[in-house]
RNA sequence: GGCCCCUUCGUCUAAGGGUUAGGACGCGGCCCUUUCACGGCUGAAAUACGGGUUCGAAUCCCGUAGGGGUCACCA
C-alpha cells in the first residue's frame, strides 16, 4: 500500500524489496523446476509512468487496467517511476502522478521503484551480453548516424542502424574513443506477439534493428532499462499503451538474449480527443487534477475510464467491487476511443446522488468557503448536511452542488440575479405580502403545515402554486431554480424565511 | 515514406454465421412537476466502401478508402 509519501521519499533506500529480488534470476535459472509449474498463478502487474508531467488520462486508464488487473488475479500491482531522462524528469511531476493515482484510489504494492537508482544493474546487463556475444561495441558517432539517416532518408530506404559496426573489430577504432553497446538482433525470420488485445502480431526481424543498449556515456537506454527492471520486480503481464506495440519487439529479442521469462503483452488503445487524435495539450485540461478541479469525484472518474474501451455486457454503473470482479484482458477493445466529457458529467450525476451526505459536505466545503469568501462554520456545515439530499439530486459536479447552496449562507438582505429580479414585478410583491401576512402565523413549521398555507393562498387567489412558489423562491434564494420551495422554507427557518420575504416586499 | 494496428448510431459500447443490429451519453417529443434537476415513456440515429466464401455475413477471406501508432546515444 502506498500512502505516506514520505516514507519513500525520505528513505535512503528507496526500493528494499527490490534489492532482495536483485540476484534471484541466478537462483531461479539454476533451480529450473521449482521455477515451471508454480508461475502459472503469480500475476504481477506495473504502471510505469515517467514523471516529465501530470497524470493525464491515457496514464490514468493504463494504471487502473494494471491495477484491476492484479486485483482480479489477486496478484501484485507495482509502481515504477521511469525518470531516467534527468533533464525532463521533476519532483512535480512525481508529486502529481502519485496524488492523480491516490486520489483515483489505486494503492500499489511494495516501494515505488526509481528506475535512475538502478543504471549498474542497467549497465552490469548490457555487459553481460555483450560478453556473451549478443551484443557488441558500436564506435559510430552521432554525428555519423545522423548522416546515415539523412542518406536514407534521400534515398527513400528505411532509416535503421545499418549495423556497420556489428561484425567489425573493435581495435579497428581509435584508440580510447567512445563507444555504446548494442543488441545483436536476428535478421531472419519474424517475431510474433501473442498480444492479449492485440492478437497475433508480427514482424520481420529485419525491420528490427541492433538498437543501442548503453550509450557511450554508459547510461542505459529506456529500452535496456525497461526490460532489466520488469525482469527483476517479477512482472508477468505488461498492460501498457499501444505505443509501446512496436517496442515490444525489440524488448523481446532483448529478453530472449538474456533467456528471461517472456511476460505477457497487452497493448491497450490509445484515448483519443474530440478530433480523433492522439490526446495532447491542445485539447484542454487533460490532467487528472484537472478533472478533479472541475468538481468530478474519483468514483466517476474512475467507472468512466473503465467503461472507455471496455465493456460488460450492457453494464454502465459498475462499482469498484465488480470491477475487479469483471475485469479481463478479453474485454477490452482494439480501437481507440475518444474523450466524452457529457458523459463523464452524466456519470458524476450518479455517483453525487449516491454519495454519502457527509462525504459531500466535506467535498464541497472549499468551494463553497471559496463562494463565500469566509469559512463556514459548524452550524454552516450542520445545515449543508441538512440541505445535502435535496441539493446533491441537482447537481452534476461538486462546483454546481457548492453554488446550489451558497443561498443557505448568503446574508440578507440578498442580492438577486437578474431572472429573480424581472419576475419580482408588483403583482408578485403583492402576493409575497399576503404570504409572508400567512406565514407569520404559522407556528407550525414544517414541510405540511407551510405548504397547507401556501396552497390555501393559492385556491383563494386562484392561482397555480407556481404563481407562488417562484416569486418565494427569488426572495428566498436570490435564483430562479432551487431545491423544492418548502424544502427551502424549512431549511432556513421561519425567521431567515420571513426576513427574506420582507426584505423583497418593502423594496417597492 | 517503411513497418504495425484499427473501422457498429455524433460518442462509449453489445451482438464472436441466423436478432426488427441491443444498451448508455448526447439530441427531439411526451409524462411527472412549484423552478431546476431526478425519474418514467418515446423518437431520430450505425455495421466505411467494393468484392468474395456461405442457404445465410456486422461477424470469415481479399482489396480499397479513411484513421491511428511507431520509426533517436527521449521515455
Known amino acids: 500500500m502506498v500512502r505516506n509519501r514520505c516514507l519513500w521519499r525520505s528513505s535512503g533506500s528507496l526500493y528494499p524489496a527490490f534489492q532482495k529480488n536483485y540476484h534471484r534470476d541466478k537462483a531461479s535459472v539454476n533451480s529450473k523446476d521449482t521455477e515451471q509449474p508454480k508461475q502459472t498463478n503469480a500475476v504481477v502487474t506495473r504502471f510505469a509512468p515517467s514523471p516529465t508531467g501530470f497524470l493525464h488520462i491515457g496514464g490514468a486508464r493504463t494504471a487502473m487496467f494494471n491495477w484491476l488487473f492484479a486485483r482480479h488475479h489477486g496478484g501484485k500491482a507495482l509502481l515504477r517511476i521511469e525518470d531516467t531522462d534527468k533533464a525532463r524528469s521533476t519532483q512535480e511531476a512525481i508529486d502529481a502522478i502519485l496524488e492523480g493515482l491516490d486520489w483515483l484510489g489505486l494503492d500499489w504494492d511494495d516501494e515505488p521503484v526509481f528506475q535512475s537508482a538502478r543504471a549498474d544493474r542497467h549497465a552490469e546487463v548490457a555487459h553481460q551480453l555483450l560478453a556473451s556475444g549478443n551484443a557488441y561495441k558500436c564506435f559510430a558517432t552521432s554525428e555519423e548516424l545522423t548522416a546515415m539517416r539523412e542518406q536514407q532518408r534521400a534515398e527513400k530506404k528505411p532509416m535503421r542502424y545499418d549495423g556497420r559496426w556489428r561484425d567489425r573489430d573493435p581495435s579497428e577504432a581509435p584508440e580510447g574513443a567512445p563507444y555504446a553497446i548494442r543488441l545483436k538482433t536476428e535478421t531472419a525470420g519474424k517475431v510474433t506477439i501473442a498480444d492479449k488485445v492485440q492478437g497475433d502480431v508480427s514482424v520481420q526481424n529485419s525491420e528490427i534493428d541492433d538498437f543501442i543498449l548503453l550509450r557511450s556515456d554508459g547510461s542505459p537506454t529506456y529500452m535496456l532499462a525497461v526490460v532489466v527492471d520488469d525482469h527483476d520486480m ?275
Not at 387 to 407: C, H, Q, T, Y
Request: aromatic fraction near 6%.
Open 234 to 508: 517479477g512482472v508477468t503481464h505488461l498492460i501498457r499503451g499501444d505505443d509501446h506495440l512496436n517496442n515490444a519487439f525489440r524488448q523481446l529479442a532483448l529478453i530472449r538474449a538474456m533467456g528471461w521469462a517472456e511476460p505477457v503483452y497487452a497493448h491497450i488503445p490509445l484515448i483519443h480527443g474530440n478530433d480523433g487524435a492522439k490526446l495532447s495539450k491542445r485539447h484542454g485540461a487533460l490532467g487528472v487534477d484537472a478533472y478533479r478541479d472541475m468538481g468530478i469525484l474519483p468514483d466517476a472518474m474512475f467507472n468512466y475510464l473503465l467503461r472507455l474501451g471496455w465493456g460488460h455486457g450492457d453494464d454502465e454503473i459498475i462499482s469498484r467491487e465488480q470491477a475487479i470482479q469483471w475485469f479481463a484482458l478479453e474485454g477490452v477493445g482494439k480501437s481507440p476511443s475518444r474523450f466524452d466529457t457529457k458523459k463523464l458529467q452524466n456519470l458524476n450525476g450518479h455517483y453525487m446522488r449516491d454519495a454519502d451526505d457527509a462525504a459531500l459536505v466535506q467535498l464541497a466545503t472549499p468551494w463553497i468557503e471559496k463562494d463565500l469568501g469566509r469559512s463556514l462554520s459548524d452550524a454552516d456545515s450542520q445545515l449543508l448536511g441538512q440541505a445535502m439530499p435535496v441539493l446533491k439530486s441537482r447537481a452534476k459536479n461538486l462546483i454546481e452542488l457548492a453554488d446550489s447552496s451558497l443561498f443557505l449562507f448568503k446574508k440578507r438582505p440578498l442580492v438577486l440575479d437578474e431572472r429573480a429580479e424581472n419576475l419580482l414585478d408588483d403583482d408578485a410583491r403583492t402576493l409575497l405580502k399576503s404570504i409572508h401576512l400567512a406565514l407569520n402565523d404559522l407556528d407550525d413549521w414544517t414541510l405540511e403545515a407551510t405548504e397547507e398555507v401556501i396552497k390555501a393562498i393559492a385556491e383563494s387567489a386562484e392561482l397555480g402554486l407556481g404563481k407562488l412558489a417562484q416569486p418565494m423562491r427569488a426572495a428566498l434564494t436570490g435564483s430562479t431554480s432551487s431545491p423544492g420551495i418548502f424544502d427551502v422554507l424549512i431549511l432556513l427557518g421561519k425567521e431567515e424565511s420571513l426576513g427574506r420575504l420582507a426584505d423583497q416586499i418593502e423594496k417597492t
